[in-house]
């Protein structure tokens, strides 16, 4: 069953590209944008992630923490991240457990899915964002979420 918005947001603990454990619930107090992408450094996930990159000042400027998830391992993450500069956690679901526990979808029934969960201080996913095909709209999405919470 897939998390939606409302729902409480699933805790997890994660190595990232440096190897060090990353624990959602210890992110409480910030917003977290967790985005699930098919493949490292691949042309739709790294238009993704650097769209995510070129908007990591807006994200911090709004207390959010940047958050990628794919099946590729610590290495595959860690070169990732440094060929494109990436300046936000990438983690390893090598086995999959944390898609299947978001109830990311396959695309095809093949391809792993792109979906990205908004997720507010208190632990809760207030927004998602299902497109394999826009991965540059991911980005714009979780921002215009957490700036339309945070108004008023």
Same mark, same amino acid.
């Given at each position: 069953?897939? #998390?939606?918005?409302?729902?409480?947001?699933?805790?997890?603990?994660?190595? &990232?590209?440096? !190897?060090?454990?990353?624990?959602?619930?210890? %992110?409480?107090?910030?917003? *977290?944008?967790? /985005?699930? /992408?098919?493949? &490292?450094?691949?042309? !739709?996930?790294?238009?993704?992630?650097?769209?995510?990159?070129?908007?990591?000042?807006?994200?911090?400027?709004? !207390?959010?923490? #940047?958050?990628? #998830?794919?099946?590729? &391992? *610590?290495?595959?993450?860690?070169?990732?991240?440094?060929?494109?500069? %990436?300046?936000?956690?990438?983690?390893?679901?090598?086995?999959?457990?944390?898609?299947?526990? $978001?109830? #990311?979808?396959?695309?095809?029934?093949?391809?792993? !899915?792109?979906?990205? $969960?908004?997720?507010?201080?208190?632990?809760? *996913?207030?927004?998602?964002?299902?497109?394999? %095909?826009?991965?540059?709209?991911?980005?714009?999405?979780?921002?215009?979420?957490?700036?339309?919470?945070? *108004?008023?």
């Amino acid at each position: 069953m897939a #998390v939606r918005p409302g729902d409480p947001a699933p805790d997890f603990t994660l190595q &990232d590209q440096d !190897g060090e454990s990353v624990t959602l619930s210890e %992110l409480h107090g910030k917003w *977290v944008v967790l /985005y699930f /992408y098919p493949k &490292d450094d691949t042309p !739709g996930c790294t238009r993704e992630a650097c769209s995510f990159r070129d908007s990591h000042e807006d994200f911090a400027d709004a !207390g959010a923490a #940047v958050i990628g #998830v794919s099946r590729d &391992d *610590v290495d595959s993450h860690r070169a990732f991240a440094e060929k494109h500069r %990436l300046p936000f956690t990438l983690v390893s679901d090598a086995s999959g457990e944390l898609r299947k526990t $978001y109830g #990311v979808p396959k695309t095809l029934g093949l391809l792993d !899915g792109r979906v990205t $969960y908004v997720i507010d201080p208190e632990g809760v *996913v207030r927004h998602v964002f299902n497109s394999q %095909l826009r991965a540059s709209a991911h980005h714009d999405e979780a921002l215009s979420a957490i700036r339309r919470a945070t *108004v008023g």
